[in-house]
T-cell receptor, first 112, second 113 residues
């Protein structure tokens, strides 16, 4: 019952920007969009999250549409080490806690 | 600051046995969540603990249980192991507020034979 839809796979040339889309058309007003990535059976790594404003950190930028029904994760200069499965997650919250509902994610292959 | 520590990293058990996995969260974090990852089902939420209380529970049978101690360390237990319980079990810790990120450990790889 994932609340997000992502393309199963994408390729990106090394050094170019990787733009990973995500649809979350049923998102509620107080639900955050989170992005994680997982490199070959390691634990998922937190990338970024946001509510409605665009966010940027040292790893990536998150662009959320005005209606909040979709978002895009941008890796500005992809490297081979960015090859991973990227998960877009809507965090379901209850009080101060929340669970992460993972979909199938997007497998990003960065090519030299 | 140390990250999330899960022990053991690898485990092999026989069908019918039980197993206990341990998770030490990041210092100061009060919320611990557990996830199961299998090739067929992907990452699935098991349960979440906050201040020693179970706050959320996923759709898993009662053979899967957990607890959290006063120091926020958590354990999960699986009884009467089945072959299908073979998976990577991941623990995530967070401060527990609504909009804070969760940090994952490296997981425990359980193989049931």
């Amino acid at each position: 019952d994932a609340k997000t839809t992502q393309p199963p796979s994408m390729d990106c040339a090394e050094g170019r920007a990787a733009n990973l889309p995500c649809n979350h058309s049923t998102i509620s007003g107080n639900e955050y969009v989170y992005w994680y990535r997982q490199i070959h059976s390691q634990g998922p790594q937190y990338i970024i999250h946001g509510l409605k404003n665009n966010e940027t950190n040292e790893m990536a930028s998150l662009i959320i549409t005005e209606d909040r029904k979709s978002s895009t994760l941008i890796l500005p200069h992809a490297t081979l080490r960015d090859t991973a499965v990227y998960y877009c997650i809507v965090r379901v919250t209850s009080g101060n806690t929340g669970k992460l509902i993972f979909g199938q994610g997007t497998t990003l292959q960065v090519k030299p | 600051k140390a990250g999330v520590t899960q022990t053991p990293r690898y485990l092999i058990k026989t069908r019918g046995q039980q197993v206990t996995l341990s998770c030490s969260p990041i210092s100061g974090h009060r919320s611990v969540s557990w996830y199961q990852q299998t090739p067929g089902q992907g990452l699935q939420f098991l349960f979440e603990y906050f201040s020693e209380t179970q706050r959320n529970k996923g759709n898993f049978p009662g053979r899967f249980s957990g607890r959290q101690f006063s120091n926020s360390r958590s354990e999960m237990n699986v009884s009467t192991l089945e072959l299908g319980d073979s998976a990577l079990y991941l623990c995530a810790s967070s401060a527990g507020q609504r909009n804070t990120e969760a940090f994952f450990g490296q997981g425990t790889r359980l193989t049931v034979v």
